[in-house]
């Protein structure tokens, strides 16, 4: 399975970036996928997820209503659309695939190599 992320970059606050993560590997069709991040110094957390369809979106409180998840079935491939960027953004963002949602958390199974979002005051 490979997750191939990019999109990344430097981008003043209240800035967009569009982050994409291309899948091979795997049948893209029917997995969930999903965005996590971790920024200096912090643990990696949740971001976004999107089931197999498309129609099922979850999104952490911190980036509901500036962030939105996408997919599309045809390219294997997911969006993160990052809008109001704030610098508490900046994190390495992580493509991943086939969520299991617990109570507790969201996790995956696959992970992709993540990349770089620099948000600057």
């Known amino acids: 399975v490979q997750l191939q992320a990019s999109g990344g970059g430097l981008v003043q606050a209240e800035g967009s970036l569009r982050l994409s993560c291309t899948a091979s590997g795997i049948t893209f069709s029917t997995y969930s996928m999903g965005w996590f991040r971790q920024a200096p110094g912090k643990e990696r957390e949740f971001v976004a997820a999107i089931n197999w369809s498309g129609r099922t979106t979850a999104y952490a409180n911190s980036v509901k209503g500036r962030f939105t998840i996408s997919r599309d079935n045809a390219k294997n491939t997911v969006y993160l659309q990052m809008n109001s960027l704030k610098p508490e953004d900046t994190a390495v963002y992580y493509c991943?695939?086939?969520?299991?949602?617990?109570?507790?958390?969201?996790?995956?199974?696959?992970w992709g190599q993540g990349t770089l979002v620099t948000v600057s005051s």
């Open positions: 991943a695939a086939d969520l299991i949602t617990t109570s507790q958390r969201t996790s995956p199974n696959y």
